[in-house]
């Protein structure tokens, strides 16, 4: 899954909304059913069986194998770890008899849906470069991670925390949504939702355990939704959205455990003072952008801090006095 290192990540591959022309030689390829061999060639990681009564293979590699069909993975119920990445799959119904499921990993597929009936033990599933378009049949109690990236998702309504109460984990970048106001999921620690089409935050603050926020290259214009308190948050990414008001900077006053703040390319950026402002309000922070935060910066913007707060209380002395 993803780290938070603050470095300059490549640009995403499209989202998939029109078809390449791989994909259309694909579409044009023979079935290819997954056959009882090739599903045995796959086997690895031989542990005892749920009733501890015998031994069965609970690990199972299938990727880049062309396969557009895995009915036969229906008969595996022991099956714990399943990765079918990078084939030519449409439907993953096969895979609702392994009630053992611990992770799944369907990337780079043909998928439209996920479909998948509620699994008591899935822990970590991904199903990035895909076609789906919404987040139905995700309803598993101990899931923990979650990767839905470059798919063409436009509506995040079935991510709710009575579905996925233990979810810590949420990569769904490069997506179509506009909107996370129906977000709800109070458990997630880890939120990266780049490169989407998302003008504000709203809702965000319902998600207060959040420690790491990516939200770089949407049209986020504003911040007030960081006037609510989200104490847990360690590291924001705010870059290449259109922030241009300097004001909008006091917004992130609350942050108070922020220690990366990644901001470039706004138009905020430009103002003059912008990085002092910066400081004046997040003084926990140890990096901005590229660059570490220095103790004496720190303590410059703690003094100018204090001259303008002592100036505030003079002009509101001074008002005071005129209106007697």
Same mark, same amino acid.
């Given at each position: 899954m993803s780290d938070t290192e603050d470095v300059d990540e490549p640009e995403p591959e499209q989202d998939g909304s029109q078809k390449s *022309?791989?994909?259309? *030689?694909?579409? !044009?390829?023979?079935?290819? @059913?997954l056959t009882e061999e090739t599903a045995g060639q796959s086997l690895s990681l031989l542990c005892k069986s749920g009733d501890g009564l015998s031994h069965a293979f609970i690990r199972a590699d299938l990727k880049e194998k062309n396969l557009s069909d895995i009915s036969i993975l229906q008969g595996y119920i022991h099956l714990r770890f399943v990765d079918i990445s990078k084939n030519r799959l449409t439907d993953l119904s096969p895979l609702n008899n392994l009630t053992?499921?611990?992770? @799944? !990993?369907? *990337?780079n597929n043909n998928l439209e849906k996920i479909g998948l009936q509620p699994f008591p033990f899935l822990q970590h599933a991904s199903f990035s470069f895909n076609r789906i378009n919404d987040t139905s049949g995700l309803e598993h109690p101990l899931l923990e991670q979650l990767n839905l990236s470059n798919n063409r998702i436009d509506s995040v309504k079935y991510l709710r925390c009575g579905l996925l109460s233990k979810l810590h984990t949420l990569e769904i970048r490069s997506n179509k949504i506009q909107s996370i106001?129906?977000?709800n999921i109070p458990s997630l620690k880890n939120l990266y939702i *780049?490169?989407?089409?998302i003008s504000n935050l709203d809702g965000i603050s319902r998600m207060n355990q959040l420690e790491n926020l990516s939200v770089r290259k949407n049209k986020i214009t504003e911040l007030t939704c960081f006037n609510e308190p989200m104490s847990e948050l360690k590291y924001l990414d705010i870059r290449d959205n259109l922030i241009a008001n300097i004001e909008e900077i006091g917004k992130l006053k609350d942050l108070i455990s922020l220690q990366s703040l990644l901001i470039a390319a706004n138009p905020v950026c430009k103002e003059e003072g912008f990085r002092m402002e910066v400081l004046m309000h997040l003084q926990s922070i140890s990096k901005l952008n590229e660059d570490d935060v220095a103790e004496d910066e720190k303590l410059e913007a703690l003094e100018i801090a204090k001259q303008r707060q002592l100036e505030k209380e003079k002009f509101a002395e001074y008002e005071e006095m005129e209106n007697i």
């Open positions: *022309d791989n994909e259309n *030689d694909l579409e !044009k390829e023979e079935p290819n @059913v053992h499921l611990l992770s @799944v !990993k369907a *990337d106001e129906e977000l *780049d490169y989407n089409s």
